[in-house]
Nanobody, 121 residues
Framework: QVQLVESGGGLVQAGGSLRLSCAAS????????MGWYRQAPGKQRELVTA???????NYADSVKGRFTVSRDNAKNTVYLQMDRLKPEDTAVYYC???????????????WGQGTQVTVSS
């Protein structure tokens, strides 16, 4: 069974930094995309950033220049380095992966349980 586990969330002052990690485990044939969504109180879930199997990355305009996504393919892990954090970054951050468990599968989306990031002013 595939499992995504996030870690690294917490409380930080505005201007500070955090690094989130998401490790995928279980039977995995390939990972097409890994990345991060977030959902703030009263807000819709939004895509923060993604790291694709082809090496492309994208970022939401609100975090561009402050957040950096990276990956460790050997560990099936994606990271989110969050710098110059703002109170508006406060949200639950969810790791996701588009992956195939077997070669004949179409890619399916899996989600982590979420990790809370709180930025105080």
């Amino acid at each position: 069974q595939v499992q995504l586990v996030e870690s690294g969330g917490g409380l930080v002052q505005a201007g500070g930094s955090l690094r989130l990690s998401c490790a995928a485990s279980g039977s995995i044939f390939s990972i097409d995309n890994m990345g991060w969504y977030r959902q703030a109180p009263g807000k819709q879930r939004e895509l923060v950033t993604a790291f694709t199997s082809g090496g492309n990355t994208n970022y939401a305009d609100s975090v561009k220049g402050r957040f950096t996504v990276s990956r460790d393919n050997a560990k099936n892990t994606v990271y989110l380095q969050m710098d110059r954090l703002k109170p508006e970054d406060t949200a639950v951050y969810y790791c996701y992966a588009d992956l195939r468990r077997r070669w004949f599968d179409e890619a399916k989306n899996y989600w982590g349980q979420g990790t809370q990031v709180t930025v105080s002013s």
